[in-house]
């Protein structure tokens, strides 16, 4: 026979043994959810994270938009972050064939906009854009607190037949910066276009995407790649003017054509005659025939030197002489306004270079330094 005290004993033992098993028994899915929590927070990306005060991030960029696609390069320093705006101070370095312009965004902490408080001079508003369209494009998909780098998919490109944005798995990609851990964020719209993110930067590594077209193949739209990341304030770069070398290639605006602009001598000196060959072929590669073009010489800031219409490349090929009168900058602009007889009518395209012509000292003085770095490396 049980007394009225064992059985109160009894049956408080029978209590705590029942609390510990549910204690045990609801640990696991305890440990585990922590576990699910975590690896879904580490999962999760969006455009500013990993941003931290006092670093920089270079990258090299071709945007379809500027500059007809040639390559530029923009450093975003993180400096400090306003507490009260929500946005970072970052200074922006941008150079582009040897030119310095520089300015301050004010990139959202949302998403790294670059706000309408930016401070910046008037002739980087078309690097800001071209932010917009490369290292920020993925805002509209990822803002925070963001998405995850194993979902499904991220949503769809806002067009006709549109595209889901998918997270495609993981790569190891390495760029100047580095070599780095990825998931492949993947769409596509006539071609595969991709874009590298690391779950610890607040943009992507890379990108290489490419413009929806519906004839030809398709040009870029945007490709950029990571050169380089630190602490502290970034190098200034200085202002120099960078001398190109024949030949120069650049593929139209739809994507069309691909110009070629090549001239001889390779250094062109202001007073002396240089002779201008172009190149006309198809997106593929193949020369096009019995062409009309035009082809524009300016200065910079649009002043016309040279306008000749209705020029003649009936095997794909055309040659024109000029003397530049002063050395500095300048733009050589080919239109193409008939192909294989056929013009183009509105959808004329065109492409332009940028060269720069010597003045006889300056062209002078460094024939004289190459000839001496040669002389020095025979003898070595």
């Not at 582009?96 to 520089?102: E, R, S, T």
């Not at 000196?269 to 025939?289: H, K, N, T, Y």
């Not at 959808?347 to 460094?366: L, M």
């Amino acid at each position: 026979m049980i007394s009225c005290e064992n059985r109160e004993y009894a049956s408080l033992t029978s209590l705590l043994v029942v609390i510990v098993l549910v204690s045990m028994l609801a640990l696991p899915y305890s440990i585990s959810g922590g576990i699910a929590a975590n690896a879904q927070q580490n999962d999760m990306w969006y455009l500013g994270k990993g941003a931290k005060e006092n670093t920089y991030y270079t990258y090299k960029i071709q945007d379809h938009d500027t500059n007809q696609g040639q390559p530029f390069t923009m450093t975003v320093f993180f400096k400090d972050f306003n507490e009260t705006g929500k946005y970072w101070i970052a200074p922006v370095f941008v150079v582009d064939k040897g030119k310095v312009l520089n300015g301050t965004f004010h990139l959202s902490d949302l998403d790294l906009t670059a706000l309408g408080s930016s401070v910046i001079p008037k002739e980087m508003s078309p690097y800001r854009s071209a932010y917009a369209n490369t290292l920020q494009w993925l805002e509209s998909f990822v803002p925070r607190p963001g998405q995850s780098l194993s979902a499904v998919n991220w949503g769809k490109i806002g067009s006709i037949g549109g595209s889901p944005v998918n997270p495609g798995g993981a790569a190891k990609v390495t760029v100047p910066a580095g070599t780095y851990d990825t998931t492949v964020i993947a769409y596509h719209k006539g071609v595969d276009n991709r874009i590298w993110v690391n779950s610890n930067l607040p943009y992507p590594v890379k990108a290489e995407t490419y413009a929806d077209v519906t004839t030809g193949n398709p040009p870029i739209q945007y490709v950029y790649d990571l050169q380089a990341t630190g602490q502290g304030q970034p190098p200034a770069p200085e202002s120099q003017i960078e001398v190109p070398k024949p030949p120069l290639e650049i593929q139209t605006a739809r994507g069309t054509y691909i110009l070629q602009l090549l001239w001889d001598p390779e250094v062109i000196v202001a007073g002396q005659p240089v002779e201008f060959g172009i190149l006309f072929s198809d997106a593929a590669g193949g020369i096009v025939d019995r062409v009309r073009y035009g082809f524009k010489v300016t200065e910079p800031d649009g002043t016309v030197l040279e306008d000749l219409k209705n020029q003649r490349a009936d095997d794909g090929t055309g040659i024109q002489e000029y003397t530049f009168e002063t050395d500095g900058p300048k733009d050589v602009e080919v239109t193409v306004d008939v192909v294989g007889g056929t013009p183009m009518g509105e959808f004329v395209e065109s492409s332009k270079f940028g060269i720069v012509v010597q003045s006889p000292s300056g062209a002078a003085a460094a024939s004289s330094q190459n000839q001496t770095t040669n002389t020095t490396s025979e003898s070595a």
